[in-house]
């Protein structure tokens, strides 16, 4: 399979199942009921990617951390032939996600599961794979984020794509509100992926597509297709 990911997977901080899940759930627990509603002001760029997905009659998409399912709801209303699965560490995150994606009459065509991001199957939902995989500001809260990224290049299918939108390095900002965010990102175990936005600079994955926000606040990124041969 040629892919992305080249690099070996760094063993997760958390190898304890339920170790990922349970801080999750404790991070959560309250805040999911004001997510949506606060995130809006500073994860910026996620729907400008919902925006550029195009995706066609059929083609599976799975979110990999997808929270209150904010972004699957948006993506089905944006792409009503596409068939979409979000996966999350957090029961208390996907009892809500569950909750707002029957409101929003979408429950024949969303499938939620819980699990970790570092060691999903699509055997998981019942599919063979999937066309498309998202990280929405997720990878900077996964602790094995190398793991699922090649998780997540594993589970697609032949042309595949895995699309990423998330923090950046803040280089752009003066150094003390600089400091100010990292730190406010930290005490909700945030934790920028600045190597990985330094690699797809240096080349990594030439033919990917990717865009920097202003101030270097969050990049997005869109791999090449994911071709897998005999």
């Known amino acids: ?3 992305f990911m080249s690099m070996s997977a760094a063993p997760s901080a958390e190898a304890n199942p ?3 899940a349970g ?4 991070v959560y627990r309250r805040q999911r009921h004001l997510y949506d509603f606060t995130r809006k002001y500073y994860l910026f760029g996620r729907d400008r990617l919902i925006r550029g997905l195009n995706l066609g009659p059929g083609e599976r998409l799975v979110e990999i951390g997808c929270g209150t399912g904010r972004n699957l709801i948006a993506i089905a209303r944006a792409y009503p032939q596409a068939r979409l699965f979000g ?3 957090s029961a208390a995150m996907l009892e809500t996600a569950s909750l707002q994606v029957r409101r929003a009459g979408l429950g024949d065509r969303i499938t939620l599961v819980q699990g970790l991001a570092e060691n999903f199957s699509p055997r998981d939902f019942g599919e063979d794979g999937f066309e498309n995989a998202l990280f929405s500001y997720s990878l900077s809260m996964i602790p094995d984020w190398r793991g699922a990224l090649e998780c997540a290049q594993a589970a697609l299918t032949a042309h595949g794509r895995v699309h990423i939108v998330d923090f950046g ?3 752009g900002f003066p150094s003390f509100p600089r400091r100010l965010m ?6 909700f175990h945030v934790s920028p992926r ?6 797809i600079e240096a080349g990594i994955c ?3 597509r990717f865009q920097v926000l202003p101030g270097r606040y969050a990049f997005l990124f869109c791999a090449p297709p994911n071709v897998k041969r005999d």
């Open 194 to 199: 600045t190597e990985f936005l330094d690699e």
């Open 1 to 3: 399979m040629a892919g």
């Open 23 to 26: 801080l999750m759930d404790r």
């Open 87 to 89: 996966l999350d560490a």
């Open 169 to 171: 390095d803040l280089a």
């Open 18 to 20: 339920g170790g990922h």
């Open 182 to 187: 990292r730190g406010w990102l930290a005490h």
């Open 206 to 208: 030439p033919h990917g």
